[in-house]
């Protein structure tokens, strides 16, 4: 097929890449052997120029909200400021006029975008407010499940 | 050198995504051994750094830099793509780790590839003629924060049973125009943790053009800006779903 040669899911582009970076020792271990067999596992599956399969298990998958947060995080500041800008100068003409649908995509991109950048600003924070609210709540259960242990062997 | 693309507020440098390079050419049949020699001042230069060469077959060989861009040569393409490096670490006190290179943005990588290309070309393409150049975007995003292009897409795959599909692996090739095409593959389940998209965009030579490395210089810089310009079209929704 004519696609299989050349880019779109041919034997070229699925290629794994193998480790690099190796130590220069020689000398390796069992155990980093079997660990660098592991890590060439887990990069076929985060490599991310090979084509999107059906999953198979076994491999690590990437983890695209932190690596994607890491990614957003570097955005310029030039940048940003350019999307707060557009994003209201967009929002005030959807308030006082109308806005074209292309006008109206854009702005909806322009949120998508700024949304990214505030979530790896303030994403991972409020993930661990979230952990430790869920925490409380679990203490709370279980305290309240104690309690009312307590209680009911009490009027035994 | 080839010029850079300027930096562009692209979606696709919001989330992890990496791009490939590559130059369908007419057959040359040219050994390993050939491809190394015409290389050899290249992989020279690499070489400072560590860099991994391998033959794959008799007529296709591969080169892993430690940056992360690799080249795959055969007898009809030049491909050159990223991965993010993966080294494994040890200190000799606790168990070795995994360790992913640094995140870069998509239009950073696109210039890197660029470069790489141009001087492989400026080796390997003396006078031959193009079919075909691609540029693909592989992108990996959390499922429950799609732009909103992938979602309008998600949603106008469902369309037919009126819902959001449960989960979707679709490969759609779709012709852009008389020269241009796109394969979108997209792969995502509601319990997935990863949508997976590859925007593999394609610019066709009918019949094919004859090209040194300096033409192909031009042509590989306008298929660049206009494959990001369709990923960016792609990602916006600007799209026909019919609404």
């Keep these: 097929m004519e696609t299989s040669a050349f880019i779109g899911g041919g034997s070229v582009l699925a290629d794994a890449p193998s480790a690099r970076d190796r130590d220069q020792t020689g000398s390796r271990s069992d155990v980093f052997v079997r660990l660098e067999q592991m890590a060439n596992a887990a990069a076929s599956s985060t490599d991310a120029v090979s084509t999107p399969r059906p999953t198979t298990g076994g ?9 994607g947060r ?3 995080s570097m955005t310029p500041v030039a940048e940003r400021d350019a999307l707060y800008a557009e994003q209201r100068r967009l929002a005030l003409k959807k308030v006082n006029e109308s806005l074209t649908p292309a006008e109206d995509r854009r702005l909806k991109i322009v949120r998508w975008n700024i949304d990214r950048i505030e ?3 303030f994403g991972p924070a409020l993930d661990l407010l979230d952990k430790r609210a869920n925490l409380v709540d679990q203490v709370a259960t279980s305290v309240q499940a104690f309690l009312a242990e307590v209680q009911k062997r009490r009027r035994w | 050198m080839w010029t850079s693309l300027p930096r562009v507020s692209s979606w696709l440098n919001r989330a992890v995504a990496v791009p490939t390079l590559g130059f369908a050419l007419d057959p040359l049949i040219r050994p390993s051994a050939f491809l190394w020699r015409d290389l050899e001042e290249l992989t020279t230069r690499w070489a400072r750094e560590p860099i991994q060469v391998a033959d794959l077959e008799p007529m296709k060989i591969r080169i892993e830099r430690s940056s992360g861009v690799h080249c795959t040569i055969d007898q009809q393409n030049i491909v050159v793509g990223f991965s993010y490096p993966v080294a494994l670490t040890e200190d000799g006190r606790q168990l070795a780790f995994v ?4 995140k870069r943005a998509f239009t950073d990588l696109l210039p890197l590839l660029r470069e790489t290309a141009a001087d492989l070309c400026s080796l390997l393409v003396k006078k031959r003629s193009i079919s075909r150049i691609g540029v693909v975007a592989n992108v990996k995003l959390p499922p429950d924060a799609p732009p909103p292009g992938v979602e309008q897409y998600l949603n106008h795959l469902g369309r037919p049973w009126r819902s ?6 679709s490969r759609v090739t779709a012709r ?3 020269t241009e095409r796109c394969h979108h593959q997209l792969q995502w389940q509601t319990d997935a943790t990863v949508l997976a998209l590859n925007l593999d965009w394609q610019r066709l030579y009918e019949p094919p053009r004859e090209v040194e490395a300096k033409s192909l210089e031009k042509l590989a810089v306008e298929a660049c800006d206009s494959a990001l310009q369709y990923f960016d079209k792609f990602g916006e929704g600007d799209l026909n779903y019919g609404d």
């Design chain 2, 164 to 169: 959001a599909p449960e989960a979707v692996v």
């Design chain 2, 99 to 102: 360790k992913v290179g640094e």
């Design chain 1, 59 to 67: 491999a690590r998958p990437v983890d695209p909200l932190a690596a």
């Design chain 2, 176 to 178: 852009l125009s008389v």
């Design chain 1, 119 to 121: 979530d790896a600003e």
């Design chain 1, 70 to 72: 890491r990614i957003a």
